[in-house]
């Protein structure tokens, strides 16, 4: 079977848990005998022309990217990735390469359109509630976790609010209304370049453009994939029809259970793996540690960097105002191959996520190394983990809660270990890439 794998951006130059989950499946479908190829959208470098379209190989998978010139296209386009030209480069790609099926997990409504249009089989994997949040995170300003169908009334102020990195920009432009921003979005929409000014003010309006292509894609999809039952809800929600979702949790390449250090004299080590910014909630571990009593019967392992400038001053600010008795160790950005070598570095796992999340591969990951986790009731988080038998789910946000559960393995560090027994084994990405193959069948069928 021909297969293309969309995904934004791919390894080694973008890294996360989407590009992750399209790497692993990838090298599963071309084991057995499936001619896959990724296509990925990368960054603008100045070239010649409105586009261009390159190719690559990653660990033997053939990569295939494009880049717009972002002076070729409206800033609608720019800001949804659904426009014309995307829509002119993706026809290119589906008629050269001619696939059974598209496995979409990046650019989806574009990608949606144009399999509509050659009447393409296609699937859509959600990986994180972006899919119908044009903020894509599913907070509020309050960080509590939104509850509403998709809409302008409160959307297009939330995302305001929340417009990185001035948030307070944005918040006294949420604050204009409609009448005035949407005929100042539609004179500004086909303007190349804009200033400052003129981009906040237009920013209303393109969330507004950006909610119609969420609503399209519920409409259009053939198929979807959902990782958790949380997403599942998320999509039924606002609109999608029933019988269109599949709930398919993750597999993984499973690692090997780990060996344990004795624990007897020694600190335990939690340990934080992951990208960093606010909403996956490094500071508030570090809140909890605050209210650990004694220090030095635990230390703490951060394993992850932040992607863009904001989040890298959220780091340094967070560490910077730490005032805890734990030691903590700032590993910063790790590649995929040590993974193993940083899980056995950790007794326990921390994922402390604000926003929902659609799945959790490290929890899946640590599990398989035989480390217990402590997570959020956040989203896909608190169905990975059975409190109090393999980990602990404690409430979102409250760092005492956390502190409670981590203050629960300093004084019982056997408890590790008793977890650590009591983890059942880890879908993997071959039992995944069974499930999913009877979905292709179902798709193409």
Wanted: glycine content about 6%; aromatic content about 10%.
């Amino acid at each position: 079977m021909k297969i293309i794998l969309s995904v934004a951006g791919f390894l080694p130059k973008t890294f996360g848990g989407g590009q992750v989950y399209v790497y692993r499946l990838a090298k599963e479908l071309k084991r057995r005998g499936n001619r896959v190829t990724i296509v990925t959208s990368v960054p603008w470098q100045e070239f010649v022309g409105e586009y261009i379209i390159k190719n690559y190989e990653y660990e033997d998978l053939p990569v295939m990217t494009f880049s717009i010139n972002p002076k070729a296209i409206d800033q609608g386009e720019k800001h949804t990735g659904f426009g014309a030209l995307t829509i002119e480069i993706l026809r290119k790609i589906l008629h050269e390469y001619s696939p059974d099926i598209i496995h979409i997990n990046g650019l989806k409504p574009a990608w949606t359109t144009i399999c509509s249009e050659f009447k393409k089989p296609h699937v859509v994997t959600v990986h994180h509630a972006g899919i119908v949040c044009p903020a894509g995170t599913l907070v509020r300003k309050n960080f509590s976790i939104c509850d509403r169908t998709v809409n302008t009334t409160d959307c297009v102020p939330c995302c305001n609010f929340w417009r990185r990195p001035k948030w307070y920009t944005g918040g006294l432009l949420s604050k204009i209304p409609s009448f005035i921003y949407r005929p100042i979005g539609k004179r500004l929409k086909s303007s190349k370049n804009l200033s400052y000014i003129e981009r906040g003010l237009i920013y209303s309006y393109l969330v507004e453009q950006f909610i119609e292509t969420k609503k399209m894609l519920l409409k259009q999809a053939q198929h979807f994939i959902a990782p958790s039952r949380s997403i599942h809800d998320l999509l039924i929600r606002n609109g999608c029809d029933p019988k269109k979702i599949s709930i398919l949790p993750h597999g993984i390449d499973p690692l090997k259970k780990l060996p344990l250090e004795t624990l007897d004299g020694r600190p335990v080590k939690f340990g934080y793996v992951g990208r960093v910014d606010r909403l996956k909630g490094l500071h508030v571990i570090l809140e909890a540690l605050e209210l650990l009593p004694v220090g030095k019967q635990c230390e703490f392992n951060i394993f992850g960097a932040a992607q863009n400038p904001w989040d890298e001053e959220y780091r340094k600010e967070t560490l910077a105002h730490y005032r805890g008795k734990s030691k903590i160790f700032d590993h910063r950005l790790f590649q995929q191959e040590k993974l193993e070598e940083v899980l056995s570095n950790i007794d326990v796992l921390v994922v402390p996520s604000l926003l929902p999340e659609a799945f959790g591969l490290v929890v899946s990951e640590a599990f398989s190394a035989g480390r217990p986790v402590i997570v959020f009731d956040s989203g896909a988080l608190s169905e990975l983990v059975e409190n109090g038998v393999n980990g602990f789910v404690v409430e979102r946000k409250d760092s005492k809660s956390l502190a409670e559960a981590m203050q629960k393995f300093v004084d019982n560090p056997d408890l590790i270990i008793e977890m650590s027994n009591r983890i059942p084994p880890v879908k993997t990405i071959q039992e995944y890439a069974d499930e999913l193959e009877t979905v292709y069948s179902k798709v193409v069928g």
